[in-house]
Antibody
């Protein structure tokens, strides 16, 4: 059984960087048959896929165009986890953020979710 | 981007009755080389992340009750709950994984009448 445990602050000031971590158990971040994703959910935007990192002999990333200039998703093989960094946040980035495992793009295991509020 | 739409926005069904949710994609999510539809259905209950019910448009995830079924191909898909139970009250989403950015429908809320 795969478990994804999210950690990170629930409050971020405008213009600062939102950073979350997703620790993996029951699988490996370097698994070359899956991918590791960040997804957010808000009343205004619904469920929105933000991006992913995955290993296929080397590391790759894909990002949604809506956040591409502000987002970085990094794997950490030493800790078997991956992270999300979203910079220059505004109140529109307020949402519940999820990490999720995604073999082929369907998300079969999810983290518990982190409500991140962007406010001064 | 592939835009996903769902209908209805919400529905109320009597216990034991059938519930039907429709999902439409703005372009086909059928991959011709393997004849698979890259479409997943999720169930989300309050305070929980979404849970996979159906993938490849019609393959039931392990452990999902057989009252849930998926059908359709190309751009038009349906999730059917054959006999609604109290524990099925939730919001249901479709999602395409044919191409990035992966996109979700807006959701359909299912309640008991």
């Amino acid at each position: 059984q795969v478990q994804l445990q999210q950690s990170g602050p629930g409050l971020v000031k405008p213009s600062q960087t939102l950073s979350l971590t997703c620790a993996i158990s029951g699988d490996n971040v370097s698994n070359n048959s899956t991918a590791w994703n960040w997804i957010r959910q808000s009343p205004s935007r619904g469920l929105e896929w933000l991006g992913r990192t995955y290993y296929r002999s080397k590391w790759y990333n894909d990002y949604a165009i809506s956040v591409k200039s502000r987002i970085t998703i990094n794997p950490d093989t030493s800790k078997n986890q991956f992270s999300l960094h979203l910079n220059s946040v505004t109140p529109e980035d307020t949402a519940v953020y999820y990490c999720a495992r995604g073999p082929g793009g369907r998300f079969d295991w999810w983290g518990q979710g982190t409500l991140v509020t962007v406010s001064s | 981007d592939i835009v996903m739409t769902q209908s209805p926005d919400s529905l109320a069904v009597s216990l034991g009755e059938r519930a039907t949710i429709n999902c439409k994609s703005s372009q086909s999510v059928l991959y011709s080389s393997n004849n698979k539809n890259y479409l997943t259905w999720y169930q989300q209950k309050p305070g929980q992340p979404p849970k996979v019910l159906i993938y490849w448009a019609s393959t039931r995830e392990s452990g999902v009750p057989d009252r849930f079924s998926g059908s359709g191909s190309g751009t038009d898909f349906t999730l059917t709950i054959s006999s609604l139970q109290a524990e099925d009250v939730a919001v249901y989403y479709c999602q395409q994984y044919y191409s990035t950015p992966f996109t979700f429908g807006p959701g359909t809320k299912v309640d008991i009448k």
